[in-house]
């Protein structure tokens, strides 16, 4: 045992830190490597794939990826000739971090040219928050993404409260560059804009959303060197007053799309509107102020006018309207009101009466129409009109209308193809007679929350139709009066074109009209029966020994099934299902969830 020696532990030898690099926070050593001995060591890694992902765990490395021309890079060796295939990327919440958005940038030369780019830092309120120690994408990210793809022709940023004029005017390497849309960008000045502008010359669409330090100095730039603007978009940016619009406007009458939401302005920009921009087509006027009768009035000189949304607008009112030419709406082919309070019978009539090229009218929380003003705008564009929305109006009866004569004559609407009236009030079972009577082209109908509707009405609809019945979907979503005979009646008369029904909420329709669907509707690919009386039996009627061949069924707040339902379902439906609703289904358990899940690709509980 005396000569065994046991080894003895040596001192380990370190070499001295640098005390400005210890206080600088731990610098990486290989900051200090030449630029030629780094791409000398990385090339060493035989994967182009790998080489390209240690950009993540090393700054200059990616740095130095981005900044190199991309002849250097393939005489090097480090990539392959690049596809022509164009990609889109999209990053979500927490996957919206510099990291994963450098290796997407330095890899994506092995699939193709990146031309569409999308980061929502923070998802919407309904979604759950980031995790704890979550980083969001900074302007170091943004930058090194601009340099190594600079083919990049749409940007869109979504809450990125990291991304500064910096980052913003580091995009302007992208000289491609088409869309930029920013949405609550807190952190974004005018420096960078101005950069991107003098820069990114073939900029067509703008759009700024909530940008509380963007001002007028950015949209003086885009007037002066954006020639190809098409689409501009302002809400809710304060420091954005009637100069900057009026010169971004009066400079660029090559715009088609002007949007300004929850802004304060003044008479002179709808005037600039509408004398600088000749080709404007869609103007939209969200939630703004500031306005007055006079001001309103301008928007009859657009003479190229397609589109004209009108929402909150404070101010607007039947005297602003009756000043305007009866012909100067006679190009509109989209008509939108939202919430308009001032604004009655009359001023639905001026901009009606000379539409005749309007194809798409919505109405939406207005209640200052009557029954009989509807009626008489409708027939004024009643040869050309094919979709028409009501939602949250209520049509008040005038005294003037005959109560004997539930609805004034009839206009023919040879085109309306899509009627959609949701939670309305004054309007019911006389109103779908008249769609039925005069509308024979008919192919989506949407009846929802209505409780005027009952089965009666339904049940005279379809039968109007009878010989022309071309519809595909029906939805009576929330209707309580609608029961077994109106699933009858569709089934009946709809039997051979529909491809879509949704009877959620109506809570009188039981197994039997779950039996006829079955029987009947042959070519159904969507059925919506959640929070109808449907017990295990009515299932199995519609999982009959022939099945409809359905992509998408809906059990939603059924309680009365069981698992029985889910093993039927499973048996006897084709292939094609792929989409199966069962939540709020108390009588249906987790394990056979779990086993259906094996079997069909999505199924909500």
């Keep these: 045992m005396e000569g065994l020696r046991f080894p003895v532990k040596k001192a380990r030898v370190s070499s001295q830190m640098d005390d400005k690099r210890v206080q600088v926070g731990g610098q990486d050593l290989i900051d200090d490597l030449p630029d030629e001995l780094l791409v000398h060591i990385f090339s060493f890694i035989p994967a182009i794939r790998d080489r390209c992902c240690c950009g993540a765990v090393s700054k200059k490395w990616s740095l130095l990826q981005a900044s190199m021309s991309r002849s250097d890079y393939i ?37 193709g040219v990146l031309t569409n780019l999308s980061v929502i830092g923070t998802l919407p309120d309904s979604s759950p928050p980031p995790p704890s120690g979550h980083r969001s994408i900074s302007d170091v990210g943004l930058s090194i993404v601009a340099g190594a793809c600079k083919s990049l022709k749409s940007l869109y940023l979504f809450k990125c409260p990291k991304i500064t004029g910096w980052g913003i005017g580091s995009v302007g390497h992208c000289i491609g560059l088409e869309r930029l849309e920013l949405v609550d960008a807190m952190s974004v000045t005018d420096d960078g804009l101005v950069i991107l502008a003098i820069r990114c010359l073939n900029l067509s669409s703008l759009s700024l959303v909530s940008c509380p330090n963007v001002g007028n100095h950015s949209l003086l730039a885009f007037a002066k060197y954006s020639r190809k603007l098409k689409s501009v978009t302002l809400a809710r940016c304060p420091l954005i007053t009637d100069s ?79 000043r305007v030419s009866s012909a100067s709406f006679a190009g509109i082919r989209k008509l939108a009101i939202n919430n308009c309070s001032l604004l009655s019978d009359w001023g639905l009539f001026e901009l009606t009466s000379s539409a005749g090229e309007l194809e798409n009218v919505l109405l939406h929380s207005c209640k200052s129409f009557t029954y009989r003003g509807l009626m008489v705008a409708i027939g004024n564009c009643s040869q050309s009109l094919k979709t028409l929305a009501l939602i949250k109006c209520d049509f008040f009866l005038d005294e003037q209308r005959d109560e004997t004569n539930s609805f004034p004559l009839a206009q023919h609407c040879p085109l309306l193809e899509t009627v959609k009236v949701d939670q309305c009030r004054g309007i019911g079972d006389d109103f779908i007679l008249w769609i039925g009577a005069s509308c024979k082209q008919v192919i989506d109908v949407s009846f929802t929350r209505m409780d005027s509707i009952t089965d009666r009405g339904i049940g005279c609809f379809l039968s109007q139709l009878k010989g022309s019945n071309k519809m595909a979907r029906v939805d009576l ?41 079955a029987r009947r509707c042959a070519k159904l690919v969507e059925l919506d029966l959640g929070g109808c009386d449907i017990s295990d039996e009515g299932v199995k009627k519609l999982a009959r020994d022939e099945p409809i061949d359905l992509e998408v069924i809906s059990l939603a707040g059924c309680t009365r099934i069981t698992d029985r339902s889910l093993l039927v379902l499973k048996k006897y439906m084709g292939p094609g299902l792929d989409r199966v609703n069962v939540a709020g289904c108390t009588g249906v358990s987790k394990a056979v969830i779990n086993w259906l899940k094996l079997y069909i690709d999505a199924v909500d509980y």
């Design 244 to 322: 900057g619009i009026v010169s971004l406007v009066a400079n660029r009458s090559s715009l088609e799309t002007v949007k300004i939401a929850s802004m304060k302005l003044s008479d002179i920009v709808l005037q600039a509107i509408a004398c600088y921009s000749r080709k404007i087509q869609i103007l939209l006027l969200d939630n703004v102020w500031g306005v007055s009768d006079m001001g309103y009035c301008w928007i009859g000189l657009a003479k190229e006018l397609k589109c004209l949304l009108l929402k909150a607008c404070v101010g607007l009112s039947d005297r602003c309207l009756a």
């Design 75 to 111: 005489s090097r060796g480090f990539l392959l000739p690049r596809p022509s295939q164009e990609i889109s990327r999209s990053f979500r919440g927490s996957e919206a971090n510099d990291t994963r958005l450098v290796a997407m940038a330095i890899g994506i030369d092995a699939r």
């Design 477 to 517: 979503t929330g209707c309580t009066r609608v029961g077994n005979w109106s699933v009858w009646a569709i089934t009946r008369e709809c039997k051979a074109s529909l491809k879509r029904l949704v009877l959620r909420g109506c809570c009188r329709v039981n197994d039997r009209g779950a039996a006829v669907i």
